[in-house]
């Protein structure tokens, strides 16, 4: 796929599982347990680049689209798209990474807390912003004063809870990013995947649901 269907199959699927895990043997258990539930894109760290970038071929044979997270320099992005990697989520605001981004035809997901900083990744051209740490910064209602005042952003809701983020995506958030409320290390430690499949059934259909009711 191009950079425009890229970004347009990553506002469609609007859920984003970042997975961390010490194994391929583990995220291969939690990639398919996940598929099963629905979930069609992933992150992985940069930080295990190295150690499952071999298996990123794979999992997107599998159908997912695979993102590289926790970026912060150019060269890291581009020896991600080496390895396969269909996005790329900077965990700074960087104009280098949008720029290497841009010139590798993928899209790029620049990480902003303040107004500032997602005004900057906007004026970056970045094609999604994602906001950390919005639970404390006001939840949902914060969500909505950013749209206001820059409602061409087209939102990530970093490390959603798994209940309760509906209202984001009443605020204006696209795409939800769950990481630590899916406790994907202590699942996997006890073997469950059913539970983690169960858990992302639940996030899959209740993104549907609301998208039917304001359809």
């Given at each position: 796929m191009n950079k425009t269907d890229?970004?347009?199959?990553?506002?469609?699927?609007?859920?984003?599982?970042?997975?961390?895990?010490?194994?391929?043997q583990q995220l291969l258990r939690v990639a398919s347990a996940l598929l099963d539930g629905g979930i069609r894109a992933?992150?992985?760290?940069?930080?295990?680049?190295?150690?499952?970038?071999?298996?990123i071929q794979e999992l997107k044979g599998s159908g997912f689209l695979i993102g590289v997270g926790a970026v912060t320099r150019s060269a890291q992005a581009r020896e991600a798209?080496?390895?396969?990697?269909d996005f790329i989520t900077a965990s700074v605001?960087?104009?280098?990474?949008?720029?290497?981004?841009?010139?590798?035809k993928i899209p790029c997901i620049l990480s902003g807390l303040t107004p500032t900083e997602v005004w900057r990744a906007h004026e970056?051209?970045?094609?999604f912003?994602?906001?950390?740490?919005?639970?404390?910064?006001?939840?949902?209602?914060?969500?909505?004063?950013?749209?206001?005042?820059?409602?061409?952003?087209q939102l990530v809701g970093a490390d959603m809870p798994l209940d309760g983020y509906v209202p984001y995506l009443e605020a204006?958030?696209?795409?939800?990013?769950?990481?630590?409320?899916?406790?994907?290390?202590?699942?996997?430690?006890?073997g469950?995947?059913?539970?983690?499949?169960r858990r992302a059934a639940k996030i899959v259909t209740t993104r549907e649901d609301w998208k039917a009711e304001i359809a």
């Open positions: 890229l970004t347009a199959a990553i506002s469609e699927i609007g859920i984003i599982v970042a997975v961390r895990v010490s194994s391929e992933l992150e992985l760290a940069y930080t295990t680049n190295r150690s499952v970038g071999s298996l798209r080496a390895f396969g990697a605001t960087t104009p280098d990474v949008v720029s290497a981004c841009e010139e590798m970056m051209e970045a094609d912003v994602k906001i950390t740490a919005a639970e404390a910064l006001g939840g949902p209602p914060y969500i909505r004063s950013l749209r206001e005042t820059l409602p061409a952003l204006g958030v696209e795409v939800l990013e769950f990481q630590s409320s899916l406790e994907l290390p202590r699942l996997v430690e006890g469950a995947w059913a539970e983690i499949s």
